[in-house]
């Protein structure tokens, strides 16, 4: 059974700071990898996707990471921003389904 | 671009009552996700479907049924609600069954069970 552990839990940064996400999974069998976004109470916003023969992949200010031999991926969040605050889930595909970590919610300050 | 639109996006019911939640998914995506996310909790997987066919189970109980139509459009089906059950609950899609795909989520049904 696939178990995914996002680190930190919670981080804090002021606005302007790099900062990395972390996500670990105990299976390495996956098709790819999703990142999310989620704001308080609302829905899933899809970041990036990367496929499991896939290194790395960028979009904007964001650039994910993945090693699937070791079960790792990570977030990289560029010039940090306060419109940045919300939960980040990292979410490895093993097939049909998604299963998500807990999170990392994120806070930049102004 | 157009998205995945979940209805009704609150719903508020009472312990044995029933629930139908809908899931409209992205035109031209064939395949449709659902997801429960509880208070606090991470989404967790329920069902999927492909071509209108089930394709995955989770941890989806008895109580609940799902389905796809011919216009792609999905229904999850709620019996004897009981308080646990009030949640998020997210549809997804994606424009084929395969494994490699970006799933799209929707906006979630906020289910309150009182």
């Known amino acids: 059974k696939q178990e995914v552990t996002q680190i930190p839990a919670a981080l804090s940064v002021p606005e302007g700071e790099n900062l990395v996400l972390n996500c670990s999974f105990t299976?390495?069998?996956?098709?790819?990898l999703q990142w999310f976004r989620q704001d308080p109470g609302k829905g899933l916003t899809s970041l990036l996707l990367?496929?499991?023969?896939?290194r790395e992949q960028t979009s904007g200010r964001l650039n994910a990471s993945l090693d699937k031999s070791s079960g790792r991926s990570t977030l990289y969040i560029a010039a940090s921003q306060p419109g940045d605050s919300a939960t980040y889930l990292c979410?490895?595909?093993?097939?049909?389904?998604?299963?998500f970590g807990a999170g990392t919610i994120l806070r930049v300050k102004s | 671009a157009a998205g995945v639109i979940q209805s009704p996006r609150h719903l508020i019911k009472e312990k044995r009552e029933t629930a139908t939640l809908k899931c409209y998914p992205i035109?031209?995506?064939?395949?449709v996700y659902w997801y429960q996310q509880g208070p606090g909790q991470d989404p967790q997987f329920l069902i999927s479907?492909?071509?209108?066919?089930?394709?995955d189970k989770g941890s989806i109980p008895d109580r609940f049924s799902a389905q796809q139509f011919s216009d792609y459009h999905s229904e999850l089906n709620m019996s004897s609600l009981e308080l646990g059950d009030s949640a998020l609950y997210f549809c997804?899609?994606?424009?084929?069954?395969?494994?490699?795909?970006?799933?799209?989520f929707g906006p979630g049904t906020r289910l309150t069970v009182l």
């Open positions: 299976d390495s069998a996956i098709y790819n």
């Open positions: 479907f492909y071509e209108k066919m089930q394709s």
């Open positions: 997804a899609s994606s424009p084929s069954g395969r494994y490699t795909d970006t799933q799209y």
């Open positions: 979410a490895p595909s093993n097939g049909n389904k998604l299963v």
């Open positions: 990367i496929q499991s023969s896939q």
């Open positions: 035109p031209r995506h064939d395949t």
